[in-house]
């Protein structure tokens, strides 16, 4: 860390910070400006060393130097990470999709769409069992029936099973039926509930949240790490900002911007990021040739009837020319999708 | 609702729309305007109608006229709703201050902040047992412990306890020691816990999260109010946008906005809003003047050794002075503090 | 516009915001919801009408309906516009790519540049002469040097030139030498500036304000367009929000939201758009993929010795390795580049 | 400036780095930590030093240790300044407040509000006779007319002139007719313009960009105070952000931030930082208790007939109540307003 002194800070003041610096274990080393004196901080970081500094008489601001987050760094693991789940291959130069409706509403949807998206070359299947609504009367999901209407699927057309948990103890429920536990943007920093995806060993599919900056969610994914589980896949699904033509604001340098920080594979969500469906194909497009290692598409098969999220789900036949539009992309990069 | 059609939609197109309202039980209204048709969708707000009829072709936009939460609004219920715990009064013209450490840290660090901050007018005591931290590697809080020793501050003290809930399995654990449940900003769409701490009976301080509008915080209100549980603090704590020079952007407008819109009392926490603790009396203060119905403010007897948050605390002798500020202001409007 | 009434308004009020329409010229038209009453007037948008009607006693608020822009919209002019100077060809299929250094340094300098730029496929050259910079203490260009310097440079590559304008006094200066007008993100709502660019005939690149919504956007070509210069290129370059890992957030759904709403063409600076050389190249091929018309993007022969924005900008090299990446997206795409 | 080396940085890396840090005329100071090496700049600030740094091979990043603004700064002048023009005093413990319509429309309306503001307190009249519009389709107000309508309101009020300035060719006739040139917030970085209206002579208020940062909001002032007119008030006026509750974010956190940071005077207007005549008297009552210096206002005595902004303009009653209000507040606090 480098403790910055406010100009004229007195002999007292930066003697005081120094001994702080010590308290905390960590060497001190004072450079001399032309200004203003600033002073090194150097050894492992010690949690807290930051802030106690920060309060220090005469201190003006403190500023650390390295990343907070470790094993999910490049750092520590330099070779991508490729999460594999049945045919689902993310990260390491494979592609995979995941498409599905935003909620499972019954056996006929959820098979009609399975088959659709696997025969245009989707390899997992999306679809909410549980969902969070922003408002209490909305339609919330249906719950261990959609979780075994998912699983009929999975045994019909060989589809990985993505589907969102949103409680630490719906985590047992959920793992006898989903092959990847998707945790939702809303609950980013539900640390918890991270910590109860990492344990059930499945792969996760973390969501980044509206405003989470890039530190905390990949802190956000060493909670997962940190439990033992490698298999964490990070989507970008578009943040909130001042734009009022999108329903989020999707940021697609987050893809080649994680590719040089972290070794796990990135995923978008272009139908949350635009939340219109004529915006899907060119960004999910889009997000191929930025590097992305997976999409996950919202698709339904009659999207103006869905419980949720119509506007911004594909037709079956839409999804087709997105996937053949994608592929054109990835063949010319030099990829498998 | 409104639906608006895009220029030039066809006569069939503008049946269709009329047919998805009526299938959604709704009555239809065409206007015809000098560029374009518009059809207004009359009777009860029905769960997904809006995006139905997103979805219908030659549809531009639909607009939705009636706010969406319910018994937040003074809609509802017009008299300003008072939360009293204890000494705490909170709302309809009188402003409770809840005070104390980011942290429970030490039963002497616990108890002498209590006494102080009492001293100085304050009514409740805040302190973090279970602490979410963006960083696994932070300090993660003292647990039972921690709620073991703001239960004996509260014996020794009088003052009601006010400690973060972060999932619904530890709800009948707090329970039984504190006096408020706090849901933090992280949490604020967390909805299982949401119900839980609905259902625990005991007052709730919910915290905006930081890229929440205000029909989505009102809406997680809602989901408290929905399981009986009126005892609902809303509490503004600074929201995410580009400003840098300070932890997050406070926007006190939040507060004269929510009075004209619900009825439940408004706190604002100056503290982590402006993330600098030279910056926390003036807003204090003009929060107050805003109209707040209650702040709450970190306090820590040494700053510079606080285990988080300890730029952004205040000393106990500077706490009593913001006291002494806010009172003048309080007293000035003819307000009771 | 439809005015919809508070939930109680009175028949009065009511009444009042009838005779406030039909003061404005407009039809209206009533429609008694279940819980409120809505208004609709009907006719040709009057100036300011939103806002009058807005003010109404009862009156909860105003939603407009029409697009506020007229000469930028799909809804008047149906086919893409191609914007062509010498080369230089952007819009209807054509992708355009404008490269060369943040500031002209030198004769060398400038000269190096754009043959290194030409021959790797660029077409126009940028180069600023008059400088913005947020500082007063910063390098703020050679001025008119800088324009000879760029017009030898146009004599001995044959690429059109682009470069900043900063007031209205200075464009017949600048008219003489450039060929393409641009605006900086700075001055987008700089009125008199965008009359003055427009009065003069040449082409103009309109950068997007870094707060501008689309429709603020839209509305700042229409100046231009209003004066009777139908050659506007629209540059996404990045807006402000919370994140903190990249200069800007360069939302690339942009680009198909303008070509479903305006005939003119869209260019992509990903310099500007991430602030950072490692990022560039994937944001641009990214942006290709979503359909942009054109590039912005800096080179300099020496990004560590640029007087400005080094750090975003490619090598001569890493520019080539750009364009061979970018080529094979447009090849699979079908279109000339 | 202090440069932080990537983690395993060649010894080559950092001679490269040292050798760029003296090359520009710094002092270089090595620091090895335990994972990574930071090597110190030491000296005075040199334009484009950052830059050239950041781009060196192996460099990560290079933090600025010292604030870019200097005549601004409490560094280099400590006492605050207050600005005088006629009866308006602004700063230093004096609370001024500008009030006036948001357009001059006729003789009357401006007499009228003149008036009206005069009696309840203000000692400065606002009123725009160049207008801004963000649609080229809007009404650009009466221009000389204008101005001549506000030249004769102070004749008959005594009240000092404030109006906008929207291009340097307009700063010689504006000033022969206003007291205080005003710099809307859509020029804040129009650097042609802050130089023109500088070497006027006459004080200015400089409205805050809705995206800008306080450092460059300080170095837009800084442009004014180096053409050695000191006279120089900030506005705070709102930012954008994703809230749509309010026509802006107003982020009184604003006020203590520069009193801390610089000895020019801070005015808010609550008026364009909400947007909504039922939000702006809380908020000016709060931005007094914050410390602002002034207050500027939009009064219209009759909003719903306005030309612009009649949905954020108070009428003259309230304008009296909202005056005492913050009265009361100023009183409190021990201040003159």
Chains 1, 2, 3, 4 share one sequence.
Do not use: W
């Amino acid at each position: 860390m480098i403790v910055v002194m406010k100009p004229g800070a007195t002999q007292k003041q930066i003697d005081h910070v120094v001994e702080l610096i010590e308290d905390l274990g960590l060497k001190s080393h004072i450079i001399q400006g032309t200004d203003r004196t600033v002073v090194a901080a150097l050894g492992e970081k010690r949690d807290g060393a930051k802030q106690a500094l920060e309060t220090g008489d005469g201190v003006e601001k403190v500023m650390p130097i390295l990343a907070p987050y470790k094993m999910a760094s490049t750092e520590v693991k330099k070779e991508p990470t490729c999460v594999e789940v049945l045919k689902l291959k993310v990260g390491a130069g494979k592609i995979g999709v995941i498409a599905g409706p935003c909620s499972v509403e019954s056996r006929e949807q959820i098979l009609e769409v399975a088959r659709a998206v696997r025969e245009a070359g989707a390899t997992a299947l999306r679809g909410g069992a549980f969902k969070p609504r922003t408002s209490p009367y909305s339609f919330q999901g249906l719950k261990e029936k959609g979780l075994q209407l998912l699983a009929e699927a999975r045994d019909a057309t060989g589809l990985a099973i993505v589907t969102e948990v949103m409680a630490p103890e719906h985590v047992s429920l959920l793992a006898q039926y989903t092959d990847i536990m998707q945790v939702g943007a809303r609950n980013m920093q539900n640390y918890p509930l991270l910590e109860a995806v990492g344990e059930s060993g499945k792969p996760v599919l973390l969501k980044r949240g509206p405003s989470a900056t890039m530190d905390e969610f990949l802190l956000a994914a060493e909670y997962i790490l940190k439990t033992g589980n490698a298999n964490v896949m990070l989507c970008e699904r578009g943040i909130r900002t001042f734009e009022d033509h999108t329903r989020f604001t999707l940021p697609l340098a987050t893809v080649p911007y994680l590719h040089q920080t972290t070794h796990l594979p990135v995923v978008v969500d272009p139908s949350h990021g635009t939340g219109k469906a004529s915006l899907v194909t060119p960004m999910a497009v889009a997000s191929i040739a930025a590097g992305a290692d997976g999409l996950i598409i919202e698709v339904h098969p009659n999207p103006e009837k869905a419980m949720s999220d119509g506007y911004q789900s594909l037709t079956p036949a839409a999804f087709r020319e997105m996937m053949a539009e994608c592929r054109k992309i990835a063949t010319a990069l030099g990829k498998k999708m």
